[in-house]
């Protein structure tokens, strides 16, 4: 179908604003029905999740310009996108996109609708009138907008980390996302560095793992590399989970929510002579982990079962793990930076009920470990609720376990438990804690 860039970014960002779709999966599904050139794809991509990235800063840009409701379910979204590119975009001049603005009106809206006028005259007063913010002696308001994260957001950042922090934290999550990549323990990473180097990615190494690298572009996954399982496309802080661990090599392990398999993975790498076995609530999420192990080649050492981990004590023999992964569902406000329309989506309320599933988590696969057996809990959210909180009610309950200082790659973590937040190293915010069992 022949569509344009901007034309596929609008259809997305309907869909997310209207139905709340994934960002993620409508754009693949969007950009999938298109011929569009990798040009614009990227193009395309850049809009929708920059758009979506700074929808609160772009609504308060319309405060004082929209005279009438907005009623035709196009409108609003044309309007943000519109005023992303004019604000944020330098190379790309405003008289390109009000008409490429005014070409969608026209489309979006059919033949009696007055959409595009509505849209010329709202995008030419804005670039009159220029950019607004809320006072700065309004410091909650004005972190708020000028970020784009909702005030509870503020508010909660503030109250664990102080101010300081909490606007280090904030402009951390709106820089782009690195490029990085894990290289399998599998593979000589040298002559994967030399390949890596000679296709343009110049590779530099990562300061939290020393089998990750930074990219300096994306693209990584059409090439052979990644393709014939030599390296991965996965996050420098979420790869230090299974690092956590000390392995033998010899040992059945528990990676209790698994799905897309990414730490399935690096753990089977290292299991020579051991075998990991994954679960998910979803049967169709699980052919993601098949795949992914299939492409790294080290299917033979995953085997995969549908299952609530919830359910997992009540399926499998008490002292069946010698080690045991919960990388459990979380709020993931450490992926603010990857995937932005969290920061609109989840509420307080989400990180209370997300704990009681965590901990239920903990309670099931607890009685699987063996004695001196190590259980690594895992979230990709930096939320107190769900991390040092949950920590501390599962020793609570469970007298037979301790935490075990560890280091992760380059990271020492004395305590037993690690936090990285995003504005650290530029990664992913997360948190891990090790647990031993005792005898």
Request: proline letters at 4%; hydrophobic letters at 40%; aromatic letters at 8%.
């Amino acid at each position: 179908m022949n569509k344009s860039a901007r034309e596929v970014a609008l259809e997305t960002l309907i869909r997310v604003f209207t139905n709340n779709s994934y960002s993620n999966i409508s754009l693949n599904n969007n950009l999938q029905s298109t011929a569009l050139t990798a040009k614009d794809r990227n193009f395309a991509t850049r809009l929708v999740y920059g758009t979506i990235q700074y929808k609160l800063y772009l609504q308060y840009q319309l405060q004082g310009l929209v005279k009438t409701k907005l009623r035709e379910p196009y409108l609003e979204p044309l309007l943000l996108m519109s005023l992303y590119q004019i604000i944020f975009l330098d190379k790309v001049p405003n008289r390109a996109v009000l008409n490429e603005a005014n070409i969608l009106a026209k489309k979006m809206g059919g033949k009696h609708s007055a959409g595009y006028k509505i849209v010329n005259g709202i995008l030419h007063a804005f670039l009159r009138r220029g950019q607004v913010l809320p006072a700065k002696s309004k410091r909650r308001e004005y972190l708020s907008i000028k970020e784009s994260v909702p005030l509870w957001l503020v508010d909660y950042l503030d109250h664990n980390w102080g101010q300081e922090r909490t606007e280090s934290i904030l402009a951390s999550i709106n820089e782009p996302a690195k490029n990085t990549v894990r290289l399998s323990a599998l593979t000589a990473r040298e002559e994967v560095v030399k390949e890596l180097t000679a296709l343009g990615f110049a590779p530099q190494d990562s300061a939290l793992n020393p089998n990750e690298l930074v990219l300096a572009r994306g693209g990584v996954a059409a090439t052979d590399l990644f393709k014939t399982g030599k390296l991965t496309i996965q996050d420098e802080a979420a790869s230090l989970a299974a690092l956590a661990f000390d392995f033998t090599g010899t040992e059945n392990v528990l990676d209790a929510c698994s799905a897309p398999g990414g730490k399935t993975v690096q753990i089977a790498e290292q299991l020579p002579a051991g075998e990991v076995t994954a679960l998910d609530i979803h049967e169709k999420k699980l052919r993601l982990v098949r795949q992914n192990a299939q492409r790294m080649n080290v299917a033979e050492r995953v085997k995969t079962q549908a299952m609530d981990a919830r359910q997992a004590g009540q399926q499998f023999a008490g002292h069946s793990f010698a080690k045991i992964l919960v990388d459990a569902p979380c709020s993931g406000l450490g992926l603010l930076r990857r995937k932005p329309e969290i920061r609109y989506t989840k509420t307080p309320e989400d990180l209370i009920n997300l704990q009681k599933i965590q901990l239920e988590i903990l309670d099931s696969v607890s009685p699987l470990l063996k004695s001196f057996g190590e259980l690594v809990y895992s979230t990709c959210s930096i939320a107190v609720e769900e991390d040092e909180e949950v920590v501390k009610a599962f020793l609570e309950k469970h007298l037979n376990f301790v935490l075990l200082p560890f280091k992760a790659g380059k990271i020492e973590a004395k305590t037993g438990m690690l936090k990285i937040l995003p504005d650290s190293y530029g990664s992913d915010g997360f948190f891990i804690a090790k647990f031993v069992m005792r005898g």
